[in-house]
T-cell receptor, first 113, second 115 residues
């Protein structure tokens, strides 16, 4: 089992560019979520999904889009990157639709110039 | 709004000494509470969780936590720290109210273990 796989591990963007952070899990988990981690602020929930076709906003959703077409994949899209989105992004999954991120990916370090 | 406070930004303990990491939460109902550990450059690993019932919860790696409703606390403890416990520790609270599934992390406590 690979668990939760995030790609890429590192990325540098210019302001205004778009990109998609990929997240895939092979555990057949229904619940998936995206977080950003900033120094001194812990992790903050961006978006989450409780199953294929169902997504909802977290604490800091602005500037990000998500979709969930399959159980396995939960990509995070930045439509027009801004320097304030420089962060480390983590994807997580859980077998339960209650809020409980169980398995985290290793993160994507994103820098926006 | 729900919130989680970890008062200690950084803690240093000697190997073999006991450890207690503090966590306070603000939540209207009985919360779902969690502790995670993050090693450098890694994702988070779930240490333990509290949903209901026994207020003393056992987790992995020899950690335990105690839920105290009167103090709105969920402190993490370990009787004897090992050098491999050096990491960042996060407390978190889950909100499954009718408004949706939300999850809030504290700002973390960095643990240094000295020989």
């Amino acid at each position: 089992n690979a668990g939760v796989t995030q790609t890429p591990k590192f990325q540098v963007l210019k302001t205004g560019q778009s990109m998609t952070l990929q997240c895939a899990q092979d555990m057949n988990h229904e619940y998936m979520s995206w977080y950003r981690q900033d120094p001194g602020m812990g992790l903050r929930l961006i978006h989450y999904s409780v199953g294929a076709g169902i997504t909802d906003q977290g604490e800091v959703p602005n500037g990000y889009n998500v979709s969930r077409s399959t159980t396995e994949d939960f990509p995070l899209r930045l439509l027009s990157a801004a320097p304030s989105q420089t962060s480390v992004y983590f994807c997580a999954s859980s077998y339960s639709t209650q809020v409980q991120p169980q398995h985290f990916g290793d993160g994507t370090r994103l820098s926006i110039l | 709004a729900q919130s989680v406070t970890q008062p200690d930004i950084h803690i240093t303990v000697s190997e073999g000494a006991s450890l207690e990491l503090r966590c306070n939460y603000s939540y209207g109902a009985t919360p779902y509470l969690f502790w995670y550990v993050q090693s450098p450059g890694q994702g988070l690993q779930l240490l333990l969780k509290y949903f209901s019932g026994d207020t003393l919860v056992q987790g992995i790696k020899g950690f335990e936590a105690e839920f105290k409703r009167s103090q709105s606390s969920f402190n993490l403890r370990k009787p004897s720290v090992h050098w491999s416990d050096a990491a960042e520790y996060f407390c978190a609270v889950g909100d499954t109210s009718h408004t949706g599934n939300q999850f809030y992390f504290g700002t973390g406590t960095s643990l240094t273990v000295i020989p």
